[in-house]
Antibody, heavy 122, light 110 residues
Framework: QVQLVESGGGVVQPGKSLRLSCAASGFSFSNYTMHWVRQAPGKGLEWVAVISFDGSNKYSAASVKGRFAISRDNSKNTLYLQMYSLRVEDTAVFYC???????????????WGRGTLVTVSS | QSVLTQPPSVSAAPGQKVTISCSGSSSNIANNYVSWYQHLPGTAPKLLIYDNNKRPSGIPDRFSGSKSGTSATLGITGLQTGDEADYYCGTWDSSLSAGVFGGGTKLTVL
């Protein structure tokens, strides 16, 4: 069935690294732009990063620029988010989301995963 | 503080209509498409509206979207208790080169 399943979350100390994965199934992953979106406890949705269908274009939020890196492996139908220098304020549920558009101005999220929780705490 | 501004909460009785506003600027809403999402805690967010006013298949016509200038609006008619959730608007900000969301609006069906 068509779905996205995130994994890799957990408890990590400030300053450490963590890599999240998002496994796609039931659709042609390599045809889609993909995003990461997060939600901190008690807060709203925050866009994190986007990667084009072929991995050639990437953008990220100012709050994570230089610390988080989005990537994908189309041969494995998997999206990644490598997170470095994690901060307490990065604590959140991280969602991956599919975007059927190649133009950012026209993008939207038509399929979401259920999320994986990242807790940054000493 | 979110780039897009939504009211923190709205409420109405079952069967009534409610609107949720989303205010932005020329670098986001005015020149890019707006989408709307429904989110229940612990679940995956759900796409309700894309391209300002289009509904994906399976979304009832009780949900509608509109955009004018730097603002967008989500309308929900015939409110049901199952509509209680958080609602978010989203778009691309061309100046930031980043996706942006509103702060979210909690809908209570009294």
């Amino acid at each position: 069935q068509v779905q996205l399943v995130e994994s890799g979350g957990g408890v990590v100390q400030p300053g450490k690294s963590l890599r999240l994965s998002c496994a796609a199934s039931g659709f042609s992953f390599s045809n889609y732009t993909m995003h990461w979106v997060r939600q901190a406890p008690g807060k709203g949705l925050e866009w994190v990063a986007v990667i084009s269908f072929d991995g050639s274009n990437k953008y990220s939020a100012a709050s994570v620029k230089g610390r988080f890196a989005i990537s994908r492996d189309n041969s494995k139908n998997t999206l990644y988010l490598q997170m470095y220098s994690l901060r307490v304020e990065d604590t959140a549920v991280f969602y991956c989301a599919r975007d059927p558009r190649s133009t950012r101005a026209h993008g939207f999220f038509d399929l979401w995963g259920r999320g994986t929780l990242v807790t940054v705490s000493s | 503080q979110s780039v897009l501004t939504q009211p923190p909460s709205v409420s109405a009785a079952p069967g009534q209509k409610v609107t949720i506003s989303c205010s932005g600027s020329s670098s986001n809403i005015a020149n890019n498409y707006v989408s709307w999402y429904q989110h229940l805690p612990g679940t995956a967010p759900k796409l309700l509206i894309y391209d300002n006013n289009k509904r994906p298949s399976g979304i009832p016509d009780r949900f509608s979207g509109s955009k004018s200038g730097t603002s967008a609006t989500l309308g929900i008619t015939g409110l049901q208790t199952g509509d209680e959730a958080d609602y978010y608007c989203g778009t691309w900000d061309s100046s930031l080169s980043a996706g942006v969301f509103g702060g979210g609006t909690k809908l209570t069906v009294l």
